[in-house]
């Protein structure tokens, strides 16, 4: 049978097939729920508060640096759990590719407390993939960020890989439109991911992600360029030298970073890239201005982050670690 061109099609076959679609994503998504623990891990919300709580007091990077994490599980192959593998003597995980190697070591160990308390009051039942949305959510909180449902009832890849990594996941040095296609390829509006790079209101940057542009870069205010050298002096013989993302409120889940960026106060080219395109540019300038906007669009596209490429069913498992396979 001969293919029927779409323009043919007469628009309520057109409708017919959007609203399949449409369907087939709402039935993935709607094999997960809100109470999915209700029964089977009653203390399952309890358990994660105190764990994180606990966690992000006594390390303040925690909360943005699983918020990263987050973002790498779900951008390369789905909300997974698979960036929280370890790597095996037949198989380099996700986590040791180059580009993950910043994440840091305080917000896999939220994960792991989480798992190993969970695992001591219902064995087998909460995956690690749920762990981590839900631990990113409620920190997210904790900074003073927006609230948002996470639906629960993902299973734990049994597959990650680093060599994935440097495909799927976004560089600072990416020209703009190459960071657009990466969002669209997963289903994202520029303005969602304009939204989502919000999240550059928290936590750091190493210096080896932004230093050697530091005077070529007009974009940069030229006395904050001054400060970043001075404080980025010495980078290559010290690899953990970094700053904060957003000078102004580093810690605080808030709109600054928007307001920073036509300032030429941005850290990371793509950062900058944000307030250079014109695609991007009312987005900036909007959520600059708007900080309500701003939290309830970054909820909605994290919500939609966090239905990414899940498993469900026997598309994948419960992990009994999150950092091995069963
Ligand atoms: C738009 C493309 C993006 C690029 C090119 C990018 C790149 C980067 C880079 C290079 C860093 C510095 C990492 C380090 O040196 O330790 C960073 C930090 C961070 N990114 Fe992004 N990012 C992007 C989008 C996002 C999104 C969508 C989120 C979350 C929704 C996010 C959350 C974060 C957070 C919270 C940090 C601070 C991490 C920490 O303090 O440990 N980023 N990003």
Do not use: W
């Not at 009653?42 to 006594?58: A, E, G, L, V, Y």
């Not at 037949?90 to 969970?118: H, Q």
């Amino acid at each position: 049978m001969a293919a029927v061109p779409p323009s043919s099609l007469p628009h309520s076959a057109v409708a017919l097939i959007v609203l399949t679609l449409a369907f087939a994503a709402l039935v993935c998504e709607s094999k997960l729920s809100v109470d999915y623990y209700a029964k089977s891990c009653p203390r399952f919300n309890d358990i994660m508060q105190q764990t994180i709580t606990n966690k992000q007091i006594t390390s303040s990077t925690t909360a943005a640096g699983t918020l990263r994490l987050f973002f790498h599980d779900c951008f390369l192959d789905g909300c997974d759990g698979s960036v929280l593998l370890s790597s095996t003597p037949f198989n380099s995980a996700e986590r040791d590719a180059e580009i993950n190697l910043s994440l840091p070591g305080d917000a896999f160990d939220v994960i792991v407390r989480a798992k190993t308390a969970l695992e001591l009051e219902c064995p087998n039942t909460v995956s690690c993939a749920d762990i981590l949305a839900v631990a990113t959510r409620d920190l997210l909180i904790m900074l003073g960020g927006p609230h948002y449902t996470v639906y629960l009832g993902r299973k734990d890849s049994r597959i990650s890989k680093s060599s994935l990594a440097e495909s799927d996941l976004p560089r600072p040095t990416l020209p703009m439109s190459r960071i657009i296609d990466m969002f669209a390829k997963r289903g994202f509006t520029i303005q969602e991911m304009v939204a989502l790079s919000g999240a550059h209101t928290v936590g750091l940057s190493h210096c080896k992600e932004f230093s050697f542009n530091l005077k070529n870069d007009t974009q940069y205010n030229p006395r904050f360029a001054q400060a970043l050298q001075q404080a980025c002096a010495g980078y290559p013989q010290n690899p953990t030298l970094s700053v904060f993302n957003d000078i102004m409120t580093p810690s605080k889940f808030d709109n600054l970073y928007f307001q920073n960026l036509p300032k030429g106060l941005g850290v990371l080219e793509s950062d900058h890239g944000l307030y250079s395109d014109p695609r991007t540019i009312p987005f900036v300038e909007l959520y600059a201005k708007d900080q309500n906007k701003f939290f309830q669009d970054f909820a909605i596209a994290m919500q939609k982050l966090s239905f990414y490429g899940i498993k469900t069913g026997r598309g994948g498992e419960i992990r009994r670690r999150c950092d091995a396979v069963n």
